[in-house]
């Protein structure tokens, strides 16, 4: 399903409602390059899971961990050029551990997605700078 934001604020209310709708074990695999909104979209998405710590990007530490209803594992491995690294930290623990993982730049690592992966693509509207095209695919509508 296509979404259209129009703020950032717009963008973190999606992440809310996705983060209201998902199972613990779901990983979200964002795709979209620099400044497109993955973090912000993340900032909802721990919301929705009843993660209240305030969440920031983990691009130097990998991953972070939030407690919540849901716990938010939060990856971002811009870093990363193969997914070895990842397992390395113990990708397959994180997948057993009922939480959901988010996961900014998972074209780096498409080998480690499961099968039922929930995709979130984001892109700059080519009309507004401000604007986002926000696809999510393998969730139910929002
Ligand atoms: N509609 C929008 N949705 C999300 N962010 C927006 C939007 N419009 C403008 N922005 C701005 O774009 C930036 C998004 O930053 P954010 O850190 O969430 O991106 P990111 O995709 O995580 O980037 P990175 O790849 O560097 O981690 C913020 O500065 C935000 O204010
Ligand atoms: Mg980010």
Not at 18 to 25: F, I, M
Request: charged share 25%.
């Amino acid at each position: 399903m296509m979404y259209l934001s129009h703020s950032e604020k717009e963008t973190e209310q999606l992440g809310e409602r996705l983060g209201q709708a998902l199972s613990p074990g779901t990983v979200v695999a964002y795709t979209g390059g620099l400044g497109m909104g993955k973090t912000a979209f993340t900032r909802g998405l721990a919301r929705g899971l009843g993660c209240t710590e305030r969440v920031t990007s983990p691009t130097f530490t990998l991953v972070n961990e939030y407690p919540g209803r849901i716990p938010l594992f939060h990856f971002d491995v811009y870093r990363l050029s193969s997914s070895d690294a990842l397992y390395d930290i113990g990708w397959d623990d994180y997948l057993d551990r009922g939480g959901v993982c988010a996961v900014e730049w998972s074209e780096n690592i498409t080998d480690a997605l499961p099968a039922d992966t929930v995709y979130v693509r984001l892109r700059r509207s080519p009309t507004h700078e401000n604007w986002r095209e926000i696809d999510v695919e393998g969730a139910h509508a929002l």
